[in-house]
C-alpha cells in the first residue's frame, strides 16, 4: 500500500513534493528552533521524524484517504506537544551535582572508575561476540534490515544497543571529562564499535559516535569547560553519504538509486500515518493496554523470566505492518499521535501528548543544570543516557522503554560490580588508600 499510494506518486511530481516536504522541514525547523541544541542533538532527529510524520498526513489529505478525525487528532498532538515541551522547560530545575569526592586507588593505582571502563568494555566485547555468532552481519544480509534480522533475538538487539552506548560514553566521559589517556584496549574497543555501527545495517548507525559525542560536550560547554566545538562541512557531507553508502551495500543499488532511497525514506518515516490511520487497521490493533505497551520493556521481561505469567505487547508498528504483509518481521514506529489517538481517543490523546512533552522538556531543562565538574562517572553517564533515549518518548515509548531501561539498567550493575570489585581488590592489598583523583565514585 505504501508503494501503490505513496511511492509512485512522488516519483512522479518529485519537483512539487520535494518543495512541500522542504517547506514543511524548513517550518519544524524554525518552530523548534529553541528546543533542540544543535544538528547532532537527538532532539534535531525528532524534529526532522516530526516534520516527516506531518508531510505525511498531508499527503494523506492531498490525496482525500485522512478521515477528518484522525487530522484533527494529528495536529491537535503536535500543537499539545510543543506547549508541553516549552512547559517543561520552563519548570524550574535544580542545579544537578555537588563539590565531588575524591576517587581512592587500591595501592596499585586502578581506580575504581578505572574497573568500571573494564567491565563495561568486556561486557560489551562478549555481547558483540554473541551477536555475530547469532545474527551475524546484518550489513551483508540482503534478505532483512538492521530491525528484521533480529526476528526472535530482540533481546540480542536490546543488550547490543545498551551496551553499545554505555561504552561510547564511558570512553567520552574518560577523555572529556576526566582528561586521561585511552590504553591500548580501549583504542582496540574504539576500532570494534566503529566496525560494529559501520555494519550494523542501519542508515543512521554512524551518527551514534557524533550524538553522544555532543550530548557529553554540551554540558561541558554550558558550563564553561571548553569552547564550542565548530563542525567542518566535509565532516558533514561524509555522514551525510553514510546513509548512501548503507543502501548500496546492503541492497546492491547505484549511487543514484540508493540517493532516491534514502530521500524516500526520510519522507516517509511518518509510515505509522500512511498506513495506520485507517478505522479498519485501527482495528485490527492487539494491544489494548497502554500501561503494558508502556511499562512491560525490561520489567516484564524480568519478571517474565522469573516465572511470572506475562504476555508481551505486541508492537503497534507491527501490528500495522501485519495488516497489509501478514508478515510481522518489521513495523513503523508507533509515533507519539498515533498511540495517543489509538489509547486514548481524540481529547484523551491530547492530555497524552501534553504529558509526553512537559516530561522530554523538562528532563532537557534538568540537563542543561547538569556540572560535569560537580558529578561522579555514575550521575553524569546516567543523565547522559537518559538524555540520549528521552526524545524517543516522543518516536516511541516503547522504544524508549526497552532502550532506556537496558541500558540504565546495566549501567547500574557494572557500577555494583566496580565497586564490589575494588573493594575486594583493596582488600586483598592490605594497603591505606591513597588520593590520586578527584573523581566520585
Not at 484533527?72 to 565531588?100: C, D, K, N, Y
Not at 548507525?205 to 559525542?213: E, K, M, P, Q, S
Not at 537518559?386 to 526524545?391: D, G, N, P, Q, R
Request: hydrophobic residues 50%; contains cysteine; proline residues 3%.
Amino acid at each position: 500500500m505504501a508503494t501503490e499510494f505513496f511511492v509512485s506518486p512522488i516519483l512522479d511530481n518529485w519537483l512539487k513534493y520535494g518543495t512541500i516536504y522542504a517547506v514543511i522541514i524548513c517550518v519544524y525547523l524554525l518552530i523548534y528552533r529553541k528546543i533542540y541544541w544543535g544538528i547532532f542533538d537527538p532532539m534535531f532527529f525528532t524534529t526532522l521524524n516530526l516534520a516527516a510524520s506531518a508531510f505525511c498526513v498531508y499527503f494523506l489529505y492531498a490525496d482525500d484517504k485522512l478521515k477528518p478525525v484522525y487530522g484533527w487528532s494529528f495536529i491537535g498532538t503536535e500543537i499539545a506537544l510543543f506547549f508541553g515541551l516549552l512547559i517543561g522547560s520552563a519548570v524550574p530545575a535544580l542545579h544537578m551535582g555537588r563539590q565531588r569526592e575524591k576517587l581512592v586507588t587500591n595501592g596499585k593505582g586502578i581506580t575504581e572508575f578505572d574497573l568500571f571502563v573494564f567491565i563495561v568494555c568486556i561486557a560489551y566485547v562478549i555481547v558483540e561476540a554473541i551477536n555475530l555468532k547469532t545474527v551475524g552481519i546484518v550489513l551483508l544480509d540482503t534478505e532483512n534490515n538492521h530491525v528484521s534480522a533480529y526476528g526472535g533475538h530482540g533481546i540480542i538487539r536490546a543488550f547490543l544497543v545498551s551496551f553499545r552506548t554505555l561504552v561510547i560514553l564511558t570512553l567520552y566521559y574518560k577523555t572529556l571529562v576526566s582528561k586521561q589517556r585511552l590504553n591500548a584496549f580501549e583504542i582496540f574497543i574504539c576500532l570494534i564499535l566503529l566496525v560494529d555501527l559501520a555494519t550494523s545495517g542501519s542508515k543512521g548507525g554512524i551518527v551514534t559516535f557524533f550524538a553522544l559525542y555532543f550530548l557529553t560536550t554540551y554540558p561541558l560547554m554550558l558550563h564553561g569547560h571548553i569552547k564550542k566545538i565548530k563542525i567542518s562541512w566535509p565532516l558533514l557531507l561524509i555522514l551525510a553519504a553514510f546513509p548512501i553508502g548503507v543502501v548500496m551495500i546492503s541492497v546492491g543499488a547505484d549511487a543514484s538509486s540508493a540517493v532516491q532511497q534514502v530521500a524516500l525514506r526520510l519522507m516517509a518515516s511518518g509510515d505509522i500515518f500512511l498506513l495506520g490511520y485507517y478505522d479498519d487497521v485501527f482495528a485490527s490493533i492487539q494491544e489494548s493496554s497502554f500501561f503494558k505497551y508502556a511499562f512491560y520493556p525490561g520489567w516484564g521481561t524480568i519478571l517474565k523470566n522469573l516465572g511470572f505469567d506475562i504476555v508481551p505487547p505486541e508492537p503497534i508498528g507491527v501490528d500495522v505492518f501485519e495488516f497489509y504483509s501478514n508478515r510481522r518481521t518489521s513495523g513503523a514506529n508507533g509515533r507519539y499521535n498515533y498511540l495517543a489517538y489509538h489509547f486514548f481517543g481524540l481529547w484523551g490523546g491530547f492530555v497524552y501528548a501534553l504529558v509526553i512533552g512537559i516530561i522530554v522538556g523538562y528532563i532537557r531543562k534538568l540537563y542543561t543544570k547538569l556540572d560535569p565538574s560537580k558529578v561522579g562517572y555514575f550521575g553524569f553517564i546516567f543523565m547522559v543516557t537518559l538524555i540520549s533515549c528521552s526524545s524517543r518518548l516522543i518516536d516511541d515509548i516503547l522504544l524508549f522503554g526497552n532502550t532506556s531501561f537496558w541500558a540504565l539498567f546495566f549501567l547500574i550493575w557494572c557500577c555494583i560490580g566496580a565497586k564490589t570489585l575494588h573493594l575486594v581488590l583493596r582488600a586483598l592489598l592490605l594497603q591505606q588508600p591513597t588520593v590520586v583523583s578527584p573523581e566520585q565514585s
